[in-house]
């Protein structure tokens, strides 16, 4: 958790305009969305690990005992526990806001790039953790964002093998749900 707060603490420090708007020039633009690409994938990666461990649970509501300066094992258990529900969350949200990004490069000029590596390799991390966290929760919620993300994977994978064949893995695990 101590990471992920850092990471996003960086993030803050980075000039807003050439982040969140765009550019004068598509090159310009398409390398500020790389850069959000870059950071969506770094907070996937961090809350990855406990993606398919992670049960979703209302967090347990605090006591009058919960001030006290020493920390039982119960409490720790319980931190751990919503630290752990954090890390999911912000993964879950970082792959829903790769997607967006991957719409807003294809709906816009330039639009989507088949040979670049972040645009397809983050699109289908998201992809890939949308899917498992559908199946660990046995929940639809991301249907249609799944549905857009393989739209999109097909449309930069026309152009290679294996990509091709990792869209055909995907296509399978997506039909799993």
Known sequence: MMKKNELEDWWATLPGEALNSR????????????????????RMFIGRPFLLNYVESPPEASSPEDNREEKSPTD??????????????????SAREVLDICRTLRDNEPGLARGSYIEYSSCRAAMLVLIAYSIQN??????????DGLDMIREMSTSGDSARSEVRLIEMLERAL
């Not at 850069?35 to 994938?41: A, D, G, K, T, W």
């Not at 046995?138 to 549905?147: I, M, P, T, Y």
Request: proline share 0%; hydrophobic share 30%; charged share 30%.
């Open 138 to 147: 046995q929940s639809n919620q991301f249907r249609q964002d799944l549905r």
């Open 23 to 42: 550019s004068q020039s598509s090159t310009g633009f398409r390398s500020a969305m790389h850069i959000r690409l870059e950071y969506c994938l770094l």
């Open 76 to 93: 720790r258990i319980r931190k751990q526990k919503l630290d752990r529900q954090g890390l999911v969350d912000c993964c879950i949200r």
